[in-house]
């Protein structure tokens, strides 16, 4: 995956966007194996525990700060200590956690807000370009695809949460269109650190119609071919996501 690695550092090269390139490559080599082993029905019991405590600090049960200790994770997640090791250098190197010595895995703070302005930078030039790439493959059987998650956001009850969990999946099902897997996997990364402040965000009515209406335009833009109303559409859609993320940090602030 030499080439892929490269092809990587120059598209973050030519963004000026550097902050994260370390992380994103080591993070983009260790999903690619993680990857290929649910593939193959290999997974792995080192994969599981990454899998179960990513999970753990992106739902916050695992909070930044926390100390992951090997003992209770062992007991926690029914997986033994080696695996778990694995899973936390696998962590180390996705930027969700440091191992400190003598002290052990330990989450890490999330982003600063410069940080996360950067982040959400990085995600209007990539994900515009995974979206303009999705446009020139969508076939019927997509857009039906991306027709059915949209309308099933639309019937969600204003009252439920997660619904940020419904338009990522909304933007993953959109990108996989693309068949550009290694871009994907960057995005991927970056969504992690918003979903850290966005999991369990109780929407209001207004910013879901915003939103749900933002996914109708970029499906007809898809069926149009409309490249400037989708890549209009696409950074609206992301930029709005940062005012979410804005405010959420505001309220981690004041906590």
């Known amino acids: 995956h030499l080439g892929a690695v490269v092809l990587f550092a120059l598209v973050l090269r030519y963004l000026h ?5 370390s992380h994103l490559l080591t993070y983009i080599r260790d999903m ?13 019991k080192s994969s599981i525990a990454y899998e179960m405590i990513r999970e753990m600090i992106l739902n916050g049960t695992a909070l930044p700060g926390t100390r992951l200790i090997l003992m209770d994770l062992e007991n926690e997640l029914n997986v ?12 180390e190197n996705s930027g969700l956690v440091q191992n400190i010595p003598y002290k ?5 703070l999330p982003p600063s807000l410069q940080e996360m302005e950067l982040i959400y930078e990085q995600r209007k030039h990539i994900e515009s370009a995974l ?11 997509d857009l039906d695809k991306l027709n059915k ?25 959109l990108y996989s269109i693309s068949n550009m897997p290694h871009l994907q996997a960057i995005v991927e990364h970056l969504m992690d650190f918003v979903q850290i402040f966005l999991t369990d965000r109780k929407y209001s009515e207004e910013q879901i119609e ?12 898809i069926q149009k071919k409309d490249v400037k109303l989708l890549q209009k559409t696409i950074e609206e859609n992301i930029m709005i996501g940062l005012e979410f993320v804005r405010d959420e940090m505001q309220h981690y602030i004041r906590k």
Do not use: C
């Not at 690619?32 to 792995?44: E, P």
């Not at 033994?80 to 962590?91: K, M, N, S």
């Not at 439920?160 to 933007?171: G, I, P, T, V």
């Open 149 to 173: 998650i949209a309308s099933e956001m639309e019937k969600r009850s204003k009252e439920e949460n997660y619904f940020f969990h419904l338009d990522r999946n909304f933007h993953r099902v």
């Open 210 to 221: 915003i939103v749900n209406k933002q996914h109708k335009i970029i499906i007809q833009a």
């Open 131 to 141: 979206a303009r790439e999705a446009l020139l493959k969508a076939n019927n059987k």
């Open 17 to 21: 966007r550097e902050i994260y390139l």
């Open 104 to 108: 052990g895995a330990i989450v890490m």
């Open 80 to 91: 033994g200590r080696g695996p778990i090791r694995d899973a936390l250098l696998l962590l």
């Open 32 to 44: 690619l194996f993680i990857s290929v082993m649910k593939d193959n029905k290999l997974k792995t």
